[in-house]
C-alpha cells in the first residue's frame, strides 16, 4: 500500500457512514476525559496516607511525573536510535520488513 | 497410573498418533484436531493429580536420572504450558496442515517433560527436542524466506542445546562430582568469580533461549515469521522455559539482575519504532522476559514466585496479544503498521480482545499483569534496589508504549487504512476469549494463582497506594503518547526494517568472509606461488649439481673411493683413541 503515508489521513470508503470516532471533535472529548483522569489520580495522593517504600515515592503524583517523563524520553531516544538503525525492507535481500 | 508416562510425553507421543488417523470423506480432519484438543487436557489432568515430591529415578551410562520431579515450581509451569497448549490448538483449529498440529503438538510436550526433568541429560534431550519442533513452525510458512529465517533459527537453538550438553560435562567432571542430577539452586553464584566454567556455560545455554541481551535476536528474526497460528504457539513455551530453568538453577545470581533491567529497558526502543506489530510483540516479549529475570536474580521468596506469577500471566496475555495479531495476519495478510489502521470496524470483537490483552500487559488494575509484576516490583523494593526499581518503572511506562498503545492502536484505530475484511473465524474468536477471560480473571481474583506459587505467599496487590500509583504512571503515559502525537512528533509508521544486532552475522560476518577471501585470497595466491617458486628453484639447483651433467652426477674414479674410504677409516681409529 504505497497510496497513504500521510499520518492522519481518514480513508472511509464511500458509501459507509462515519463512525462516533471518525469526527475529530469525540476524539478531542477522549482527551480531555484522560487528562481529567490523570489529575484526578494525582489529587488523590492528598487523600490517603501513601506506603512507599523509597522516600522519593512519597512525592505527590511522582509515578505520574515519573510515567510520563520516561514515555516522552523514551519517544525521543527511539527516534534517534531510528536514524542509526532504520534501513530499507530490502536491506538483507531477503523481503524482510 | 498416572505416573506411567513422564509429564510431556502424552502429547509427544499422542501428537504422533495424528498422522494415522484417517480424514472424513469431505477431507476435513475432525479426528486429528480432536486428538490436538484432547491431549492437553489429558495432560493437564495428570499435572492435578500427580503428588508433590514424586520421582521417577533410572540410569543410563553408569548416570543416575531423573526422568520425572514433581515439585510445586515446576507444576506452576506444567499448568500454564498445558493451559498455552490448549488454547494455541482451538485457535489453530481451522487449520488444515497435519504438519503444523503435529510438530506444535510435540513442541508444547517438549517443553513440558522439559520443566519436569530432574537431571541436566534428560533436560538436554527434551531441550533440543522445543529446538527442533518448533522450526517446522516457521517453515511452515512455506516460502524461501521462512526457510532461510527457519535455518538461522535452528542453528541458534540447537547451539544452545549443545552449549548445555558441554556445560553437564564440565559439570559431571567438576562441581557436579559425576552426579547429573538438576538440584534446585545448583548453579547460583555470587560473583562471576565464584562461577565455575560449568555454571557459566549453562548460564549461557539458557540465555539463548531466554533472549539475553546480544543473544535475542533469533526470537524478533523468527517469530513475525511464522504462520499465524504458529506464532501463538512460539510465543508460549521456549522462553519461559527457559526462564523455569534460570529459576531452578540460578535464584540469587545477582548478575541476573543487571542483565533481567537491561532486557526491560532495551528492546522498548526498537519496539517503538519497529513496523511490524508481530515484531514489535516480540520485543515486547523480550521486555518482560527481563521483569522475570529480575525476579530471579532478586532470588528472595517473593521475587520467585513474581517470576513464576509473571510467567503465568503472561503466557496468556502475551499469547493473546499475538492471536489478535495472527487474526489481523490471517484475515489482511499483513501486520505491518503502515498498512494497517480503522480495523475495528471490521473486526470489533479481535479488537475487544487484543484491548484486554494491552491492559494485561500494561499492568492496569483488575487486569492480570497488575497482580503478577507488582511482586518483583516490591521484591525489588523490599531489598532497597532503587536503581533497578525505577529502571524497572521506566519499562512499565514503555510496555505500555509499544503493547499498550502501539499495538491496538495502528492496528485497530489510528487513521483508517480503508480496508474492510472479515471478523476472525470463530475458533480464533473462542480461543481469544478464553485467554482474555483468564487475563480479567487472575487481575480480578489472585487468589489461585497465588495458591500455585512455590512459596508462601502474603501479598495484596490491591492496596490504595499500589492502585493510585500504577494508574497515576499509566494515565500520564497514555497523556505523554497524546501530547506527542499531537505535536507530530511520535514517530510515524514506515515501511523499513531495523538493524540490531543480529546485523553481526547477517551482514558483518558475511561481510568480514568476504573481505578475508578477497584480501586474504590474495595473500595466499601470493604465499602459495612464492612457495611453489623456491620449491621449483631448489629442485632445478639439485638437477643442476646432482644430475647427470652435475658435477656430483659424474663416476667417480676407484682410486678416489679407495681414497676417501681410508681417510673415513683413520678418522675412526684416531676417535678410538680418544
Known amino acids: 500500500m504505497s497510496d497513504s503515508h500521510e499520518p492522519h489521513g481518514h480513508k472511509i470508503p464511500e458509501g459507509e457512514e462515519p463512525r462516533w470516532v471518525d469526527h475529530p471533535e469525540n476524539v478531542e472529548k477522549i482527551v480531555r476525559a484522560l487528562f481529567v483522569l490523570t489529575g484526578l489520580t494525582m489529587a488523590a495522593d492528598f487523600a490517603y496516607h501513601k506506603h512507599g517504600h523509597f522516600g522519593f515515592e512519597n512525592i505527590p503524583g511522582f509515578h505520574a511525573f515519573w510515567g510520563f517523563g520516561s514515555f516522552v524520553f523514551l519517544v525521543l531516544v527511539a527516534i534517534q536510535l531510528r536514524k542509526v538503525v532504520m534501513r530499507d525492507e530490502e536491506y538483507y535481500g531477503d523481503g524482510d520488513g | ?578
Not at chain 2, 73 to 88: D, E, N, P, R
Request: charged residues 10%.
Open chain 2, 1 to 578: 497410573m498416572v505416573e506411567a508416562l513422564p509429564p510431556g510425553l502424552i502429547l509427544v507421543l499422542g501428537a504422533l498418533i495424528i498422522p494415522f488417523l484417517p480424514k472424513g470423506a469431505d477431507g476435513r480432519d475432525v479426528l486429528g484436531k480432536t486428538v490436538m484438543l484432547v491431549l492437553p487436557v489429558l495432560g493437564f489432568v495428570q499435572i492435578l493429580l500427580l503428588p508433590d515430591g514424586y520421582s521417577l529415578t533410572g540410569t543410563a551410562f553408569g548416570l543416575e536420572l531423573e526422568l520425572v520431579r514433581v515439585d510445586r515450581l515446576a507444576k506452576v509451569w506444567g499448568y500454564i504450558f498445558h493451559i498455552a497448549a490448549l488454547l494455541s490448538a482451538i485457535y489453530a483449529l481451522h487449520v488444515d496442515d497435519r504438519l503444523q498440529h503435529v510438530t506444535a503438538v510435540m513442541y508444547a510436550g517438549c517443553a513440558i517433560g522439559a520443566v519436569f526433568a530432574g537431571d541436566l541429560i534428560t533436560l538436554f534431550v527434551y531441550w533440543e527436542g522445543t529446538a527442533i519442533t518448533s522450526v517446522f513452525l516457521i517453515w511452515a510458512r512455506r516460502t524461501e524466506r521462512a526457510y532461510r529465517v527457519g535455518m538461522r533459527y535452528l542453528v541458534i537453538q540447537v547451539a544452545s542445546g549443545v552449549l548445555l550438553l558441554a556445560g553437564t560435562v564440565l559439570w559431571v567432571q567438576g562441581p557436579g562430582e559425576g552426579s547429573v542430577l538438576f538440584t534446585t539452586g545448583a548453579f547460583s553464584f555470587e560473583t562471576l568469580g565464584d562461577a565455575g566454567p560449568a555454571a557459566l556455560v549453562i548460564l549461557v545455554a539458557f540465555g539463548v533461549k531466554a533472549a539475553f541481551p546480544l543473544l535475542h535476536n533469533w526470537m524478533q528474526d523468527a517469530y513475525p515469521e511464522s504462520t499465524p497460528t504458529g506464532t501463538v504457539w512460539l510465543s508460549a513455551f521456549t522462553t519461559k522455559l527457559a526462564i523455569y530453568a534460570l529459576a531452578r538453577g540460578y535464584a540469587g545470581t545477582d548478575i541476573l539482575i543487571p542483565i533481567g533491567a537491561t532486557m526491560t529497558a532495551f528492546p522498548i526502543f526498537y519496539a517503538v519504532i519497529v513496523n511490524d506489530l508481530r515484531k514489535v510483540l516480540a520485543y515486547s516479549l523480550n521486555n518482560q522476559l527481563g521483569f522475570m529475570i529480575v525476579g530471579v536474580g532478586i532470588g528472595t521468596d517473593m521475587a520467585l514466585n513474581g517470576t513464576a506469577a509473571h510467567a503465568f500471566s503472561h503466557i496468556l496475555y502475551k499469547g493473546l496479544l499475538f492471536m489478535s495479531m495472527g487474526a489481523v495476519m490471517h484475515r489482511v495478510g499483513t501486520t505491518k503498521a503502515s498498512e494497517l489502521g480503522g480495523l475495528w470496524k471490521s473486526m470489533p470483537k479481535t479488537t475487544f480482545f487484543c484491548i484486554i490483552g494491552a491492559m494485561s500487559i500494561s499492568a492496569f488494575p483488575l487486569f492480570s499483569g497488575f497482580i503478577s509484576k507488582s511482586l518483583i516490583l516490591t521484591a525489588a523494593a523490599e531489598e532497597h534496589m532503587t536503581i533497578t526499581f525505577l529502571v524497572l518503572l521506566f519499562a512499565s511506562a514503555g510496555v505500555l508504549d509499544h503493547s499498550g498503545i502501539k499495538v491496538p492502536f495502528f492496528a485497530f484505530f489510528a487513521h483508517d487504512s480503508g480496508k474492510r475484511c472479515e471478523e476472525a473465524p470463530t475458533n480464533m474468536l473462542v480461543a481469544m476469549a478464553g485467554a482474555a477471560a483468564l487475563c480479567v480473571g487472575l487481575g480480578m481474583f489472585p487468589g489461585p494463582l497465588y495458591d500455585l506459587l512455590p512459596y508462601q505467599v502474603d501479598f495484596n496487590p490491591y492496596t490504595t497506594t499500589h492502585v493510585i500509583t500504577q494508574l497515576q504512571l499509566l494515565f500520564a503515559a497514555i497523556c505523554a503518547f497524546v501530547v506527542l502525537n499531537k505535536v507530530g512528533i511520535y514517530p510515524h509508521e514506515i515501511p523499513s526494517l531495523n538493524v540490531d544486532f543480529d546485523w553481526t552475522y547477517r551482514k558483518g560476518l558475511p561481510m568480514l568472509v568476504g573481505w578475508i577471501r578477497r584480501v586474504g585470497g590474495g595473500a595466499w595466491h601470493g604465499f602459495t606461488g612464492a612457495s611453489v617458486a623456491t620449491i621449483r628453484r631448489g629442485v632445478d639447483w639439485v638437477g643442476t649439481h646432482a644430475g647427470p651433467a652435475g658435477r656430483l652426477g659424474e663416476p667417480w674414479p676407484t682410486g678416489a673411493t679407495a681414497f676417501w674410504a681410508a681417510v673415513l677409516l683413520a678418522a675412526y681409529l684416531l676417535l678410538q683413541f680418544l
